[in-house]
């Protein structure tokens, strides 16, 4: 089964902020890993990748510079600031909440129809 855009819409910045917990990356990168750690069922569009790394630079949580990476090309990376580590540690704390409050009232609704 698909994950729906809509539910995980709201948090992509958090996506994004967790894979550069774990390591400096560029775009195509992040997207890869993504599309991989879901087994294929999350991959996130292009735009809606660079608009959220506009966001998400825009409000000091991660940073840019460019890389080298052989024959002479060059890649973006994003890297994340101290302030984004505080917020995606917020996010995945308000994540969690949200998740037990919507695992415990769908419960309800199941045990109401058992």
Not at 1 to 7: E, K, T
Not at 74 to 80: L, N
């Given at each position: ?9 709201g948090h ?13 990356s560029y ?9 991989r750690?879901s087994?294929g069922?999350?991959e996130?569009?292009?735009a809606?990748l ?15 510079y ?7 090309a ?7 600031t ?6 995606c540690?917020?996010?995945t704390?308000?994540w969690?909440?949200?998740?037990e409050?919507i ?12």
């Open positions: 089964m698909s994950i729906g855009g809509d539910l995980i819409r992509t910045e958090a996506i994004i902020l967790s894979q550069l917990l774990e390591k400096d775009g195509y990168e992040i997207n890869k890993t993504i599309s750690v087994c069922r999350y996130l569009k292009e809606t660079y608009t959220a790394f506009k966001r998400l630079e825009d409000g000091g949580l991660i940073r840019s460019w890389g080298e990476q052989g024959a002479g060059r890649r973006k990376y994003y890297a994340v101290p302030l984004g580590v505080e917020t540690r917020r996010m704390a308000e969690i909440e949200a998740r409050i695992d415990q009232l769908l419960k309800k609704g199941e045990s109401d129809h058992a």
